[in-house]
């Protein structure tokens, strides 16, 4: 029986990290060294990119890893759900209803009483702010 394309996956992504740890041999090439190959260059320098850290700190690292991309995962989720629930929702403070018919032109318009103070004509007309001082020649 040979095995299924899923168990064939499995064992290769069982064997993959070892393999990925393997140490490596980086170039830094070009005239001013911001250019990195996997093959040697003629003015290159061999950069050696070792994992110095413990396989516990390695562990411990992939765990970090996994829990946050969990966490995301979940985030993402979680604001999935609350824009689908907010379809549909008017923002807040925009006004999305049909302005109100106006009064019948058949009645008289009545005029309101004003509460504000008279007219001073020291004071400008639009806001009542008086106007500054003139300046001194």
Do not use: I, W
Not at 24 to 32: E, S
Not at 80 to 90: I, P, S, T, V, W
């Amino acid at each position: 029986m040979r095995p299924g394309p899923f168990a064939t996956a499995c064992v290769a992504l069982l064997l993959a990290p070892p393999l990925a740890a393997a140490p490596q041999t980086v170039y830094r090439c070009g005239p001013d060294g911001r250019t990195f190959s996997q093959t040697p260059c003629s003015d290159g320098q061999a950069l050696g990119v070792d994992d110095a850290r413990s396989a516990a700190q390695q562990k411990a690292a992939r765990d970090v890893a996994a829990r946050d991309a969990e966490q995301a995962r979940k985030l993402a989720e979680e604001r999935r759900q609350r824009e689908d629930a907010a379809k549909g929702q008017a923002a807040a403070g925009f006004r999305t209803a049909p302005a109100v018919a106006a009064a019948p032109a058949s009645a008289p318009a009545r005029k309101k009483k004003s509460n504000a103070a008279p007219h001073d004509p020291k004071m400008s007309p639009l806001m009542r702010v008086p106007p500054p001082p003139a300046a001194p020649r």
